[in-house]
């Protein structure tokens, strides 16, 4: 009886969510004696690597974000949350005219006065004081308009990598129904066909080889309609807040249902209020946790209230070591071992959160399409993994299983 009971533990052990990190070392079987302390041996050293996986993640995003500050300091500075964020502007709402014209008095120039289409969203865009910088500024219009939401235009980034090959990508067509689809990245090239796309940056719509990455698997996964709102362009301090609730409320004019976003940043009041708006009317936004590791922060705009939170698996169904987190998960889908274009049409071979969020959009748009609820369907197809219900490693389970963009 006792061997049974060790035997079971092995196997519950090289199941469970550990393994699906981190391929585990093979174990003999010795004598009985022994089986319990290579079992712990093995889940200490197993538990170590993860940790060290998860800081290495962490430190990393930190040394990116860094790099990236110090290569444009004409466009990107720190916030005084240690953000980066466009330099020498910050966002006001809510703010009377009084208070804008003491802000005015102390330097705080108005740039100008934006009214988000599609969106019930007005603000204010005041330039930064000469000589101040970004934190120190935010601070003091801070105390200059105590009863106004003060912040900065932070950047987001794109979660997921790509790699090419010298094979011609080639998606099947879906005859399947589908709500029209927005999606907010970068632009794709001229072989991935959207309806329409807009520019919401410097130089935007510029094609890039993650957009169209996303792009093509909207359309490999059933989305019939799609439309790309390009936030990133040319601008060095593209996929800022503003950047993206202006995309955001255009999808939502041009009848957009569902809008997915591959991109991750920081917790922006501006862009939290913009999508809180879309959600009243009736939008689907889906979102991925990022490639940054479970250390992190967590992620927005997947963290955001009723947000669609997407986590990816590889060609195993094992869950990304590198996946991030938000402050709740709702669906995992691949994201690693899959294909789709680059922005010469080329097949590429794709990893990241990114790639696994459109998988699961274009799923909830067939699902509107067909007059369905899109929760409900999304539950009945997603397949349990790891921890029987939801979990916070695969969400409520693997959506769009077989859409590996072959």
């Given at each position: 009886?006792?061997?049974?009971?060790?035997?079971?533990?092995?196997?519950?052990m090289?199941?469970?969510?550990?393994?699906?990190?981190?391929?585990?070392?093979?174990?003999?079987?010795p004598?009985v004696?022994?089986?319990?302390?290579?079992?712990?041996?093995?889940?200490?050293?197993?538990?170590?690597?993860?940790?060290?996986e998860a800081?290495r993640l962490?430190?990393?995003?930190?040394?990116r974000?860094?790099?990236?500050?110090?290569?444009?300091?004409d466009?990107?500075?720190?916030?005084?949350?240690?953000?980066?964020?466009?330099?020498g502007?910050?966002?006001?709402?809510?703010a009377?005219?009084?208070?804008?014209?003491?802000?005015?008095?102390?330097?705080f120039?108005?740039l100008?006065?934006?009214?988000?289409e599609?969106?019930?969203?007005?603000?204010?865009?005041l330039?930064?004081p000469?000589?101040?910088?970004?934190?120190?500024?935010?601070?003091?219009?801070?105390?200059?308009?105590?009863?106004?939401?003060?912040?900065?235009?932070?950047?987001h980034?794109?979660?997921?990598s790509?790699?090419?090959t010298?094979l011609?990508?080639s998606?099947?067509?879906?005859?399947?129904?589908?709500?029209?689809?927005?999606?907010?990245?970068?632009a794709p090239g001229s072989t991935?066909?959207?309806?329409?796309?807009?520019?919401?940056?410097?130089g935007?719509?510029?094609?890039?080889?993650?957009?169209s990455?996303?792009a093509?698997?909207?359309?490999h996964?059933?989305?019939?309609?799609?439309?790309v709102?390009?936030?990133?362009?040319?601008?060095?301090?593209?996929?800022?807040?503003l950047?993206?609730?202006?995309?955001?409320?255009?999808?939502?004019?041009?009848?957009?249902?569902?809008?997915?976003?591959?991109?991750v940043?920081?917790?922006?009041?501006v862009?939290g209020?913009?999508?809180?708006?879309?959600?009243?009317?009736?939008?689907v936004?889906?979102?991925?946790?990022g490639?940054d590791?479970?250390?992190s922060?967590p992620s927005?705009?997947?963290?955001?209230?009723?947000?669609?939170a997407?986590?990816?698996?590889?060609?195993?169904?094992?869950?990304?070591?590198?996946?991030?987190?938000?402050?709740?998960l709702?669906?995992?889908?691949p994201?690693a071992?899959?294909?789709?274009?680059n922005?010469?049409?080329?097949?590429?071979?794709?990893r990241?959160?990114?790639?696994?969020?459109?998988?699961?959009?274009a799923?909830a748009?067939?699902?509107?399409?067909?007059?369905?609820?899109w929760?409900?369907a999304?539950?009945?197809?997603?397949?349990?993994?790891?921890?029987?219900?939801?979990?916070?490693?695969?969400?409520?389970?693997?959506?769009?299983?077989?859409c590996?963009?072959?």
């Open positions: 009886m006792r061997m049974f009971f060790l035997t079971s533990a092995l196997l519950a090289v199941a469970g969510p550990l393994a699906a990190q981190i391929a585990l070392p093979r174990v003999g079987v004598e004696g022994g089986v319990i302390d290579q079992l712990d041996d093995t889940l200490d050293r197993t538990t170590r690597e993860i940790e060290r800081q962490a430190t990393d995003r930190l040394r974000i860094d790099r990236l500050v110090r290569r444009n300091p466009s990107i500075e720190f916030d005084a949350n240690g953000a980066p964020a466009r330099k502007e910050l966002l006001v709402m809510d009377s005219q009084a208070g804008l014209e003491s802000a005015g008095e102390r330097g120039t108005a100008s006065r934006e009214s988000v599609g969106l019930d969203l007005e603000l204010v865009r330039s930064v000469d000589g101040m910088k970004l934190a120190d500024a935010q601070k003091q219009l801070e105390a200059i308009l105590p009863d106004a939401v003060v912040s900065a235009d932070t950047l980034f794109q979660s997921g790509v790699s090419a010298n011609v990508f998606a099947a067509a879906s005859n399947s129904i589908s709500a029209p689809v927005g999606m907010i990245d970068g991935v066909k959207v309806v329409e796309q807009r520019g919401f940056a410097k935007a719509p510029y094609p890039s080889n993650h957009g990455a996303v093509s698997l909207l359309a996964a059933g989305a019939g309609t799609i439309r709102a390009d936030v990133y362009g040319t601008d060095k301090a593209g996929g800022n807040a950047a993206i609730a202006k995309g955001l409320g255009w999808l939502v004019a041009q009848g957009s249902k569902v809008v997915t976003i591959s991109l940043g920081p917790r922006n009041p862009l209020r913009a999508i809180a708006s879309s959600q009243r009317k009736g939008v936004i889906v979102a991925a946790v490639n590791g479970p250390a922060p927005y705009p997947a963290s955001y209230d009723r947000v669609v997407v986590t990816a698996v590889d060609g195993k169904r094992r869950a990304l070591i590198e996946a991030g987190r938000a402050l709740h709702d669906y995992a889908a994201g071992d899959i294909y789709g274009r922005a010469k049409g080329r097949r590429i071979r794709l990241g959160t990114s790639f696994a969020t459109p998988l699961v959009a799923r748009a067939r699902a509107i399409g067909q007059g369905s609820d929760r409900k999304l539950d009945r197809e997603a397949e349990d993994l790891g921890k029987k219900g939801h979990d916070d490693v695969f969400g409520r389970g693997l959506v769009c299983g077989r590996d963009g072959r």
